[in-house]
């Protein structure tokens, strides 16, 4: 008999239940301690699993208590949110992903993994996979951006990147896919609301990238806390137990997010806390998280006859294989048992301000104002980010401290020693207090460029942090349009750098700045790294992971939206477009400008025809016209020009990278199969149709600035025309 059955058949039920009970822990002056119990519960086995504790000790501490003074000794398993790092902090995961480089992806994740694993954690609730396409929503900031491929190369990175080679071993930690399934999708952009979307919205938008964590072993999932068309994803037995098990194969631990099965009551689907347990077992959910449903509500709930002792030993079953795959029975020491080298910490340091580069993408350079000439020996700095160490960590900053991440006014000290640098917030972040407006004002006069740092605060971005207004909080708009003033009597260069966890609707600032970055969140090496790039030490080569609008009005606003019946045309007024703006982004989704100028030329398919088992390359020239050596990302879209179910106008099929020196020349190379042409037919199966598909690739999605080739789908056999 195998240890995960010999201990179920030895386990008492208040043993069982605890196993399928998560509780958060803090960090009090006397050491951790357990929220609303006491360790008492882990000997006793009535706790399993915790969160929010970190530091070996401490970690270790509450390990011996449940390995060495429970009746069973089974070990505790450990998580947090290690969301984008640790303690060194890389760039917010929007950030991050508008960097288009899976390796990179893969090295944060697996940076963090083992910054937190020598931490003494053994789980991160992470990646967060939500596709969304509302920047209303605070936790856009969390996610892959808008587009479902790009989710699902984010997705198997940092399920890579976190789990290692093996994990078992001390440097790897389960990772915990989040939130499934369409919480990017509340209605009005508002957090915890309903979500009401199609079926095919939500099999060809946000299922894909959860589909791709499971292909790449994830080894925990987590439902989202909201309803998806009427019924609460903590209950959904249809999509977690019937699809996410039955038909994707997930054998892993499902977790319920923080006081989830609870609030099936307030949701209007469960009567009572034993009511809400039994419909959150039966569809699948493991490890009740916070809501204490399955310890006090499943006992009630046997009593009653509405569950049985064989469904709690099916989750108890995945929760300890889950421990014994993590080598927690037979090392539940091993993680935080070596520091971390000095070395180690410098190279993680070193990589947060490799990542935070070419996460920075740059919006606007007018005149070629950057990079900063190196004659400049006079600079202004200002605004309330501009030295902000604390906001620079972004949302979820896990365990990192408040202090130690490189501002703005510091990396540009240290990247222009030799200048003077004039620092002043002139406003704060949120407030309406104007008194500091002089002394910005004041540090204009005689530089030779200005760096103007705005945006978001920190919290302003992630869970419960929606907005309804995404234009610059509190006075900073007044700051901002006083230093255009200034800076327009003495012809300076007014360089602008926003810092936000969504896109920011300020069309205004983009027509009256001489450059512009979405900076986002960048982490512990934010200064730095935004340093290195406006002395031209490196070139930014980040695009943006999701569309831009120029009104509030335009959202969600995304470049894979269906084709209309009546197409704009400025010649009709009975055809799809606003009174009051265009229907253009202020951005489309890829955007982002470089050092260099691009060219791309000579589009080229390998084949003219392909069936669903053969691959096409697609290859196209770039030559960089400009004068400093840069980096092109290139885009690989497809659109299906007649098909049974009408089909997005571009659909993104992969993506890939050029670095080239001035006048330099290169071609890059795409690989496409014929089962990543296939679409959901009208049954909402996968459906290989043959026909005519239009092939399309460049710097983002303006169709304006795109190369197309077409290609034949043919099917040698009717068997060939419906395939998984």
Same mark, same amino acid.
């Given at each position: 008999?195998s240890?995960?059955?010999?201990l179920?058949?030895?386990?008492t039920?208040?043993?069982?239940?605890?196993?399928?009970?998560?509780t958060a822990?803090?960090?009090?002056?006397t050491?951790p301690?357990?929220?609303?119990?006491?360790t008492?519960?882990?000997?006793?086995?009535?706790?399993g699993?915790?969160?929010?504790?970190?530091?070996a000790?401490?970690v270790?501490?509450?390990q011996?208590?449940?390995?060495?003074?429970?009746?069973?000794?089974?070990?505790?398993?450990?998580?947090?949110?290690?969301?984008h790092g640790?303690?060194?902090?890389?760039?917010?995961p929007?950030?991050?992903?508008?960097?288009?480089?899976?390796?990179?992806w893969?090295?944060?994740?697996?940076?963090?993994?083992?910054?937190?694993a020598?931490?003494?954690?053994?789980?991160?609730?992470?990646?967060?996979?939500?596709?969304?396409?509302d920047?209303?929503?605070?936790?856009?900031?969390e996610?892959?951006?808008?587009?479902?491929?790009?989710?699902?190369?984010?997705?198997?990175a940092?399920v890579r990147?976190?789990?290692?080679?093996?994990?078992?071993?001390?440097?790897?930690?389960?990772?915990?896919?989040?939130?499934?399934?369409?919480?990017g999708?509340v209605?009005?952009?508002r957090?915890?609301?309903?979500? +009401?979307?199609?079926?095919?919205?939500?099999?060809?938008?946000?299922?894909?990238p959860?589909?791709?964590?499971?292909s790449?072993?994830?080894?925990?999932?987590?439902p989202?806390?909201?309803?998806?068309?009427?019924?609460?994803?903590?209950?959904?037995?249809?999509?977690?137990?019937?699809?996410?098990r039955?038909?994707?194969?997930?054998?892993?631990?499902?977790?319920?997010?923080?006081n989830?099965?609870?609030?099936?009551?307030?949701?209007?689907?469960a009567?009572?806390? $034993?009511?809400?347990?039994?419909?959150?077992?039966?569809?699948?959910?493991?490890? +009740?998280m916070m809501?204490?449903?399955?310890?006090?509500?499943?006992?009630?709930?046997?009593?009653?006859?509405?569950?049985?002792v064989?469904?709690?030993?099916e989750?108890?079953?995945?929760?300890?294989?889950?421990?014994?795959?993590l080598?927690?029975?037979?090392? $539940?020491?091993?993680?935080?048992?070596?520091?971390?080298?000095?070395?180690?910490?410098?190279?993680?340091?070193?990589?947060?301000r490799?990542?935070a580069?070419r996460?920075?993408?740059?919006?606007?350079?007018?005149?070629?104002?950057?990079?900063?000439?190196?004659?400049?020996?006079?600079?202004a700095v200002l605004?309330?980010?501009?030295?902000?160490?604390?906001?620079?960590?972004g949302?979820?900053?896990?365990?990192?401290?408040?202090?130690?991440h490189?501002?703005?006014?510091?990396?540009l000290?240290?990247?222009?020693p030799?200048?003077?640098?004039?620092?002043a917030?002139g406003?704060?972040?949120?407030?309406?207090?104007l008194?500091?407006l002089?002394?910005?004002l004041?540090?204009c006069t005689?530089?030779?460029?200005?760096?103007?740092?705005?945006?978001?605060?920190?919290?302003?971005?992630?869970?419960?942090?929606?907005?309804?207004?995404?234009?610059?909080p509190?006075?900073?708009?007044?700051?901002?349009?006083?230093?255009?003033?200034?800076a327009?009597?003495?012809?300076?260069?007014?360089?602008v750098i926003?810092?936000?966890?969504?896109?920011?609707?300020?069309?205004?600032?983009?027509?009256r700045?001489?450059?512009?970055?979405?900076?986002w969140?960048?982490?512990?090496?934010?200064?730095?790294?935004?340093?290195?790039v406006?002395?031209?030490r490196?070139s930014?080569?980040?695009?943006?992971?999701?569309?831009?609008?120029?009104?509030?009005?335009?959202?969600?606003?995304?470049?894979?939206?269906?084709?209309?019946?009546?197409?704009?045309d400025?010649?009709?007024?009975?055809?799809s477009?606003?009174?009051?703006?265009?229907?253009?982004?202020?951005?489309?989704?890829?955007f982002?400008?470089?050092?260099?100028?691009?060219?791309?030329?000579?589009?080229?398919?390998?084949?003219?025809?392909?069936?669903?088992? +053969?691959?096409?390359?697609?290859?196209?020239?770039v030559?960089?016209?400009g004068a400093?050596?840069?980096?092109?990302?290139?885009f690989?879209?497809?659109?299906?020009?007649?098909a049974?179910v009408?089909?997005?106008?571009l659909e993104l099929?992969?993506?890939?990278?050029?670095?080239?020196? $001035?006048g330099?020349?290169g071609?890059?190379?795409?690989?496409l199969?014929?089962?990543d042409?296939?679409?959901?037919?009208?049954?909402?199966?996968?459906?290989?149709?043959?026909?005519?598909?239009?092939?399309l690739?460049?710097?983002?999605?303006?169709?304006?600035?795109?190369?197309?080739?077409?290609?034949?789908?043919?099917?040698?056999?009717?068997?060939?025309?419906?395939?998984?």
């Amino acid at each position: 008999m195998s240890r995960v059955e010999s201990l179920i058949g030895r386990m008492t039920l208040p043993e069982k239940l605890g196993q399928l009970t998560m509780t958060a822990c803090g960090q009090a002056v006397t050491g951790p301690t357990i929220a609303g119990d006491s360790t008492a519960a882990i000997k006793s086995g009535a706790i399993g699993n915790l969160l929010n504790i970190v530091g070996a000790e401490n970690v270790h501490e509450m390990q011996r208590l449940a390995v060495k003074e429970s009746r069973l000794g089974i070990p505790l398993l450990i998580g947090y949110d290690v969301i984008h790092g640790h303690r060194i902090l890389f760039p917010i995961p929007l950030g991050e992903a508008a960097s288009f480089d899976p390796e990179a992806w893969e090295l944060t994740a697996r940076e963090s993994a083992k910054e937190a694993a020598a931490d003494g954690l053994a789980m991160t609730f992470s990646p967060m996979l939500d596709v969304a396409r509302d920047p209303r929503w605070g936790r856009s900031a969390e996610g892959p951006g808008e587009d479902p491929l790009v989710g699902a190369r984010i997705a198997e990175a940092k399920v890579r990147g976190y789990q290692g080679a093996l994990l078992s071993h001390a440097d790897s930690l389960a990772a915990c896919a989040k939130h499934y399934c369409a919480y990017g999708s509340v209605t009005a952009g508002r957090d915890y609301a309903p979500v +009401d979307i199609s079926e095919r919205t939500l099999h060809e938008v946000h299922m894909v990238p959860f589909a791709a964590a499971i292909s790449a072993g994830v080894a925990a999932m987590m439902p989202a806390f909201t309803d998806l068309n009427g019924v609460p994803m903590t209950a959904n037995k249809a999509l977690l137990r019937d699809w996410l098990r039955g038909r994707l194969g997930f054998d892993g631990v499902i977790i319920s997010d923080y006081n989830a099965i609870a609030e099936l009551i307030r949701h209007g689907i469960a009567a009572d806390l $034993p009511e809400a347990a039994v419909l959150a077992l039966k569809a699948g959910v493991d490890i +009740d998280m916070m809501a204490d449903a399955y310890r006090h509500g499943l006992p009630v709930a046997l009593r009653r006859g509405t569950v049985s002792v064989a469904e709690i030993d099916e989750s108890v079953r995945r929760v300890l294989i889950l421990k014994e795959r993590l080598g927690l029975f037979d090392d $539940p020491y091993g993680r935080g048992r070596t520091r971390e080298s000095a070395a180690a910490l410098t190279n993680r340091r070193q990589v947060a301000r490799s990542i935070a580069t070419r996460s920075i993408v740059m919006l606007k350079n007018a005149g070629d104002t950057l990079p900063l000439a190196g004659s400049v020996r006079r600079v202004a700095v200002l605004g309330p980010l501009a030295d902000a160490s604390a906001e620079m960590r972004g949302v979820w900053w896990g365990a990192a401290a408040p202090e130690g991440h490189v501002t703005v006014l510091a990396g540009l000290r240290a990247a222009l020693p030799h200048a003077e640098i004039l620092h002043a917030e002139g406003v704060g972040i949120e407030t309406a207090d104007l008194s500091g407006l002089p002394t910005a004002l004041a540090h204009c006069t005689g530089a030779d460029a200005i760096i103007l740092c705005v945006g978001e605060a920190a919290a302003m971005s992630g869970e419960a942090s929606s907005r309804a207004h995404l234009g610059l909080p509190g006075s900073q708009r007044r700051l901002a349009e006083a230093v255009f003033e200034q800076a327009q009597r003495t012809s300076t260069p007014v360089i602008v750098i926003i810092f936000s966890g969504r896109p920011l609707v300020v069309p205004w600032l983009m027509e009256r700045a001489g450059a512009v970055f979405a900076a986002w969140f960048l982490g512990s090496e934010a200064g730095n790294a935004l340093a290195d790039v406006l002395t031209g030490r490196h070139s930014p080569s980040g695009r943006t992971p999701v569309t831009w609008p120029r009104a509030l009005g335009q959202v969600p606003i995304f470049f894979s939206e269906r084709p209309s019946g009546r197409p704009f045309d400025s010649n009709d007024r009975f055809t799809s477009k606003y009174l009051d703006v265009a229907n253009e982004p202020l951005f489309p989704f890829g955007f982002g400008l470089t050092y260099g100028r691009f060219e791309l030329s000579n589009l080229r398919l390998s084949s003219g025809a392909i069936g669903i088992d +053969d691959a096409l390359t697609v290859q196209v020239d770039v030559t960089n016209r400009g004068a400093r050596e840069a980096q092109e990302t290139v885009f690989l879209f497809a659109h299906d020009k007649l098909a049974s179910v009408s089909r997005p106008k571009l659909e993104l099929k992969g993506f890939g990278k050029i670095s080239l020196p $001035p006048g330099g020349m290169g071609t890059v190379t795409l690989s496409l199969r014929g089962a990543d042409l296939r679409f959901l037919g009208l049954d909402l199966e996968p459906l290989f149709e043959p026909g005519e598909v239009e092939i399309l690739v460049g710097p983002c999605a303006d169709r304006a600035q795109l190369l197309a080739a077409s290609i034949q789908l043919v099917a040698s056999c009717p068997c060939e025309l419906k395939a998984l």
